[in-house]
């Protein structure tokens, strides 16, 4: 099994920018497709990005698309989202994911998640 600690969330102001990275152990990284998911309070768990396990592929909410860029560096075990311009919307609780199979956008697909950074926006 592969674990997942995310880190880099934060307080920030609208129009900010914020890297979050998700650092795996246990089995090599690139053996485990990836995505981010966010949580807010009160909702359900939503889909922000995926990256197949090699990075050829990548999927993006139209949330935040064009905004966001996620990555990964199998060869250091890390994941990355890349956070820019960021509006009060994006508050949330920020997960990384990973899955033997690929699932894209199904939250419920993924078999191995982090513990979660709070990432908040104010206006």
């Known amino acids: 099994q592969v674990q997942l600690v995310e880190s880099g969330g934060g307080l920030v102001q609208a129009g900010d920018s914020l890297t979050l990275s998700c650092a795996a152990s246990?089995?090599?990284?690139?053996?485990?497709?990836m995505g981010w998911f966010r949580q807010a309070p009160g909702k359900d768990r939503e889909f922000v990005a995926a990256?197949?396990?090699?990075?050829?592929?990548?999927v993006y909410a139209d949330s935040v698309k064009g905004r966001f860029t996620i990555s990964r560096d199998n060869a250091k075990n890390t994941g990355t989202l890349q956070m820019n311009s960021l509006k009060p919307e994006d508050t949330a609780v920020y997960y990384c994911?990973?899955?033997?199979?690929?699932?894209?956008?199904?939250?419920?697909?993924?078999?191995?998640w982090g513990q979660g950074t709070q990432v908040t926006v104010s206006s």
């Open positions: 994911a990973a899955s033997e199979s690929i699932y894209y956008t199904n939250v419920h697909g993924y078999a191995y």
């Open positions: 990256i197949t396990s090699n990075g050829d592929r990548t």
């Open positions: 246990g089995r090599p990284f690139g053996g485990y497709h």
